[in-house]
T-cell receptor
Framework: AQSVTQPDIHITVSEGASLELRCNYS??????LFWYVQSPGQGLQLLLK??????LVQGIKGFEAEFKRSQSSFNLRKPSVHWSDAAEYFC???????????FGQGTRLTINP | DAGITQSPRHKVTETGTPVTLRCHQT?????MYWYRQDPGHGLRLIHY???????DKGEVSDGYSVSRSKTEDFLLTLESATSSQTSVYFC????????????FGQGTRLTVV
C-alpha cells in the first residue's frame, strides 16, 4: 500500500533562513504529489502539486518542491522564510486509479525572530 | 475560497451518544471526503464518496458511517461516540479523485467525554 513519510515532526528555523521539508513516498508507479499548509485552527491549503513534466514545481507563497524519482522524494523548499510561514505542512500522495489522498504525519514549522 | 461549510465547528458529547457532522459544498464537486486529524498521525481518511449514494471506507472507518443523499451534503455519523473519537474532523472535496486538488473545510473539533 502507498505510504508517505515526513521524517521531521518539528523544525525550527530563523526568519530569513532557507527551509527544506522532507517527504518520502512509497508507491510503485509515479504518484500525484501535493504539499499542503495548515495554519493554526484552519483547514488545509494547497501549496503546490506535481503530476508530470518538469520535476521542479513552483507554488504559492514562494515555495517550490522537487520530485526525485530515484529517491522517492518530494521535498519542499523556500529560500528565505518569513514569520508568517509558521504552520504545519503536510505532504500527500494521490494514487492513479484510487480515489483518495494519503497524507504524511505532518511537519510543524516554527520560525525564530 | 472553495464553498465548503462544516457544522458544527465545535461539539462536546458524552460517550455512547450518536453524533452527526455535516459537510456542505456549493462547488458541485463529485468527490467528498471525511478525514480525522490527530497529533502524530496527520490526516487519516475515514470515508469518502464518489457520487450520490456512492460511498466507500477509508483506513479508519470503524465506528463511523456516512451518507450522501445529495451532491452538496456529506454526513458523518458516529454511531456511539467513544473517547478515542475525540479529534478534529475535516471534510474535503475534489472534482476528480487522486489527481486534482482537494479543498478542505475549516474542521470540526469533537470532544467525547
Amino acid at each position: 500500500a502507498q505510504s508517505v513519510t515526513q521524517p521531521d515532526i518539528h523544525i525550527t528555523v530563523s526568519e530569513g533562513a532557507s527551509l527544506e521539508l522532507r517527504c518520502n513516498y512509497s508507491y510503485g508507479a509515479t504518484p500525484y504529489l501535493f504539499w499542503y499548509v495548515q495554519s493554526p485552527g484552519q483547514g488545509l491549503q494547497l501549496l503546490l502539486k506535481y503530476f508530470s513534466g518538469d520535476t521542479l514545481v513552483q507554488g504559492i507563497k514562494g515555495f517550490e518542491a522537487e520530485f526525485k524519482r530515484s529517491q522517492s522524494s518530494f521535498n519542499l523548499r523556500k529560500p528565505s522564510v518569513h514569520w508568517s510561514d509558521a504552520a504545519e505542512y503536510f505532504c500527500a500522495v494521490g494514487v492513479q486509479g484510487a480515489q483518495k489522498l494519503v497524507f504524511g504525519q505532518g511537519t510543524r514549522l516554527t520560525i525564530n525572530p | 475560497d472553495a464553498g465548503i461549510t462544516q457544522s458544527p465547528r465545535h461539539k462536546v458529547t458524552e460517550t455512547g451518544t450518536p453524533v452527526t457532522l455535516r459537510c456542505h459544498q456549493t462547488e458541485n464537486h463529485r468527490y467528498m471526503y471525511w478525514y480525522r486529524q490527530d497529533p502524530g498521525h496527520g490526516l487519516r481518511l475515514i470515508h469518502y464518496s464518489y457520487g450520490v449514494k456512492d460511498t466507500d471506507k477509508g483506513e479508519v472507518s470503524d465506528g463511523y458511517s456516512v451518507s450522501r443523499s445529495k451532491t452538496e451534503d456529506f454526513l458523518l455519523t458516529l454511531e456511539s461516540a467513544t473517547s478515542s473519537q475525540t479529534s478534529v474532523y475535516f471534510c474535503a472535496i475534489s472534482e476528480a479523485s487522486s489527481n486534482t486538488e482537494a479543498f478542505f473545510g475549516q474542521g470540526t473539533r469533537l470532544t467525547v467525554v
